[in-house]
């Protein structure tokens, strides 16, 4: 479904990705973990045409989309929910999650039923259905990342970025955003998830890979990592 190799990319004169591979096949959840600065983030800009690779594959159904614009990536059927609370203030929340279904209706991707799909969102994510003629703007902080990833569900995509998802939030929004995943996972959406909570991010995938500047140091099946004593000591505070 999504298979990245030999990927880099950077920014000015910095590499921070030094030709990193990874797949996430269908219907799977796939974490990517590594401490502050390891070149998450980057990696999923990368993927998404954010930021422009320097070398390497970035495979979407077999398509090579390394450089294409974000939008076309969009397209293709790769939604990014990125990292902080990018939604648009002066739209309603409905407005809002219909223009996550934008680019369906462009692309040559089946354009599906746009409408069930935001009572499905609705659905899903509660605290939206409750605010849904509220302005963007005016949603606390969590409800705005919230809104972030119910947008990027609307896309219908293939794949689905989540970029750290829980940043910030009260931890009864932190559980609930976990039980989201938790039920995308059961729908079958395939997900490559960046976390800060490691624990609770392996707990929700099928597979991982540990980022350590901007190289995959360790992959391997989530449950494995889970008991690999280098990896919980470094980051998943050693119990
Ligand atoms: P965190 O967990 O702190 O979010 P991360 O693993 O997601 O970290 P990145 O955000 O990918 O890490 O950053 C990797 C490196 O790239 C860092 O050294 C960072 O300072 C640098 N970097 C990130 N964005 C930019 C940018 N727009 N311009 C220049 N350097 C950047």
């Not at 320097?54 to 990125?82: E, M, Q």
């Not at 996972?185 to 960046?194: D, H, P």
């Not at 392996?202 to 990896?231: F, M, T």
């Amino acid at each position: 479904m999504l298979k990245i190799d030999n990927l880099r990319a950077g920014y000015g004169g910095t590499d921070v990705l030094h030709g990193i591979s990874l797949d996430v096949p269908q219907g799977r959840v796939v974490s990517l973990i590594g401490s502050n600065g390891a070149g998450k983030t980057t990696t999923m800009r990368a993927i998404s045409g954010m930021v422009k690779p320097r070398a390497g594959s970035v495979r979407l159904n077999g398509v090579d989309v390394a450089g294409l614009d974000a939008y076309r990536v969009a397209r293709l059927g790769l939604a990014h929910s990125p990292e902080g609370r990018r939604v648009f203030p002066t739209l309603t929340v409905a407005d809002n999650l219909l223009l996550g279904a934008f680019p369906r209706l462009t692309g040559s991707r089946p354009r599906g039923d746009v409408q069930g799909d935001l009572a499905r969102a609705m659905e899903l994510f509660p605290r939206l259905m409750e605010r849904r003629l509220q302005l963007a703007g005016t949603l606390s902080g969590g409800e705005q990342q919230m809104l972030a990833m119910a947008r990027a569900v609307m896309l219908d995509p293939d794949v689905v970025l989540l970029d750290e998802p829980s940043m910030g939030l009260a931890p009864v929004l932190v559980d609930e955003v976990f039980r989201i995943i938790r039920r995308l996972r059961e729908r079958g959406t395939t997900m490559l998830l960046v976390e800060q909570f490691a624990a609770a991010a392996l707990e929700v995938s099928d597979y991982a890979y540990v980022l350590e500047n901007g190289r995959i140091a360790v992959h391997g099946p989530a449950e494995q990592l889970k008991h690999d004593p280098a990896v919980r000591a470094a980051y998943l505070g050693g119990v």
